[in-house]
Each structure stands twice: as C-alpha cells, then as structure tokens.
C-alpha cells in the first residue's frame, strides 16, 4: 500500500517539499546542538526540561486520545465512528514517533537512551514510560495497518487482530497516566505534586486529541474525496466527548488554584502566581497562562450552546480547545514546574532560536508521516468507493 503514497497532485507534493525543507533546517539545528551541546537551548541548571518535555508531555496526550474512537467502535458497536478509526489510529502513530523524537533531542547525546534499555530500573517511572509508549506505537501500527489491508482486500480483519485491539484500550490510558506519574512522583516541584495530576492528563488529552483529530477530518473531507463522516454524526459525537472532557480538565485546575491559595501555603501558591500575575517581577508566562484561560472558556461555551453545529464556529471551538491545552500543557506546566528554585528564586527560561528549529522539525516529520498515513488510507477508501 505504500506506493500509494507515491502519487499526488501538485499541491500534495508541493506540501511534501515544504515539510522536507523544515525537517533539513532542524536537522542542521540538531547537528549543532549534537556537537556543542544542549547549552544551545535555553535550558540551564535550574530549569532541566524545556520545550523538548513539554512538547513531549502534550503530545503523549494527543496519542492517547485515539482512544476515544476505538472504545465506541468496537466494544459498544458504534457504527458511527467506522470510518474514522484508521485517521484516529494513524493520528496516535504519528503523536508516539514526535514523543521519541522529542525524548531523544532532549538526552544530548543519543547513546544515553542506552541506560535505560541496558540497564532497566524497575522502580523508574522513565523505564515504564518507554515500555508503554514502544508498546503503544507496537500496537497501533500493526491494527491500523492490518484493518486498512483487510478494508482493500474486501476482507473483515482477522480474527488475531480484535484481542490487540481490546489491549489498546488500557494501553492508551497507561500511556498518559505514566506520564503524569513522572511529575506527580516529584516531590521537590510543588506544581507537579497533586494525586490528580493523572487525572487532570487524560482529561486534557480526550479535548486536544479528539479535538486536532476532527480538524484533520474536516480537512480530509475539503481536500479529498473521502468523506470521513458523511452525516456529521460522528463529529458531533466527539464533540460532546471534548465539551465533557475540557470541562472537567478546567474543573480540576480550579480544584489545584483553591486548594494552593486557600491552604495558604507559599510553595504551593507560587507557580499559580508565577503563572497568572507574575513572581517577583518575572512575568514571561502570564500572557500564555491567560491566553489559554481565554481560549478554554471560549472553547467551552461555543460547544456547549448550538454554535457547535455552526461549520464556521465549530472549526474555532475546536482550535480554541486545541491551543488552550497545547499552552497549557506543551508551555506553561513543564516551565512552572521549576518556579521558585530550591533557593526562592525565579530563573526564567526562554527558548532558542536553535531549539524551536528542532521543534518545528520534529512536528514536520509527525506532519509528514500523518501526510502519509492519510494518503494510504484515504486511496484506499475511495478505490472502495468506485
């Protein structure tokens, strides 16, 4: 099936080459950073996870979200979601494969992903997520692949098939949940130490994830001549997932702002402050942290009233959620976290030039591998049609 990918129109292969320069521009910025050093990013010894994590942090979340899809389509027979499945499970592909990369910029020098594979520590909470995110990507590949190959043939899938299926279920919980343990298992950050954190995680991924995952099928449906959802059924469905989803996300924030200012206690109020008014004079994230607030409660109530039926409303409820999530969780969390430092001060962090580079690159290569993916399958649904 792969050599459906090899033919296109112009705009498609003009999109490819976009994707390429990106990914050759980072790449130099990595070959940088490979020879001098991750003192190329803005990281330094108080702030020890930047961008990179955070990015990583929020995409594990848009990977998990597939999940929404699967749980309905085959253990309660929701028909509705048949068609949009494989976009749901070749989303989560690419997602993992950003998650490795990011991890793996993020090292310095690549052969320290070594450690953990020659020397497993099994009370490592960074050696389970490795487990289940190399299982995650294990998973998905093979069922997507062997249900589209099944879908070309005019076959049903095979019997193997349905109990990796089942696992994939608990196994896109486990990701994001093991996730949220390695900063909830972090006693030093008081941001980070909430027995909700977990929580809080999946809560976010199934608004982000279904949320990009309904834009890309919108855009499927303007671009080709698949229609993912002819009745919009679906759609709406996931919508009323994302609405429940964001409003309990929002609903666990506030549960972490009162329980930090109304317990009075200064560890734990100086991230929401740092975050939301500024802390002894450094303010770098307060513009985000609001922005996102905004976003959130826009994102809600254009969901929540018929304006999401609306199609010029809907497409900016969904961004609204989408970016509210991605500010939070790929921008503002990882950073707060190190706010103050183990001596009472604010030592900010700004991303470099060199850094964004690889961070565009790397969500070039989840565009282009998504690009792929929804060639393959989108050839192979209208070769079906005809």
Not at 329 to 341: Q, S, T
Request: proline content about 5%; overall charge positive.
């Amino acid at each position: 099936m792969l050599e459906k990918a090899l033919t296109g129109s112009k705009r498609y292969w003009a999109w490819i080459i976009v994707l390429l320069a990106v990914i050759a521009v980072g790449f130099m910025a990595y070959l940088r950073q490979y020879n001098y050093g991750l003192g190329l990013t803005g990281m330094s010894r108080d702030v020890s996870w930047g961008l990179y994590i955070a990015q990583f942090t929020f995409l594990v979340g848009v990977a998990a979200s597939a999940v929404m899809l699967v749980t309905p389509y085959y253990l309660h027979d929701f028909k509705r979601f048949g068609k949009m499945v494989i976009l749901g499970e070749f989303l989560a592909i690419a997602a993992v494969i950003m998650c490795i990369l990011f991890i793996f910029v993020d090292v310095g020098q690549p052969m320290r992903i070594l450690n953990v594979l020659l020397y497993p520590q099994l009370h490592s909470v960074m050696f389970y997520d490795m487990c289940v995110l190399a299982g995650y990507l294990v998973i998905n590949l093979v069922v997507g692949w062997t249900t589209l190959g099944a879908e070309r043939k005019g076959t049903p899938p095979p019997k193997w098939v349905k109990p990796i299926i089942y696992l994939s279920i608990p196994w896109a919980f486990s990701i994001h949940t093991v996730t949220a343990f390695l900063y909830a298992g972090l006693p030093g950050r008081h941001f980070w130490l909430t027995a909700i954190m977990a929580a809080r995680f999946l809560a976010s991924a199934f608004a982000a994830g279904p949320s990009l995952l309904i834009l890309l099928a919108l855009l499927v449906r303007k671009l080709s001549k698949f229609d993912p959802d002819p009745g919009l059924g679906a759609i709406q469905s996931l919508v009323k997932i994302i609405r429940y989803a964001m409003i309990a996300n929002v609903f666990f924030y506030l549960c972490e702002v009162f329980t930090a200012f109304y317990s009075n206690l200064p560890d734990e109020m100086a991230a929401f402050k740092y975050v939301f008014v500024g802390l002894d004079g450094h303010t770098s994230l307060v513009p985000f942290m609001w922005t996102a607030a905004v976003l959130a409660f826009v994102g809600i109530g254009l969901l929540i009233f018929p304006t999401r039926k609306n199609k010029i409303l809907l497409p900016i409820a969904l961004l609204s959620i989408f970016l509210a999530n991605w500010i939070d969780k790929g921008i503002v969390l990882i950073i707060a976290g190190f706010v103050p430092n183990s001596f009472e001060r604010v030592t900010e962090y700004f991303p470099t030039s060199n850094e964004i580079s690889i961070v565009l690159a790397i969500y070039a290569i989840g565009a282009l591998i998504i690009t792929v993916l929804y060639k393959i399958a989108i050839s192979v649904r209208e070769q079906n049609q005809n």
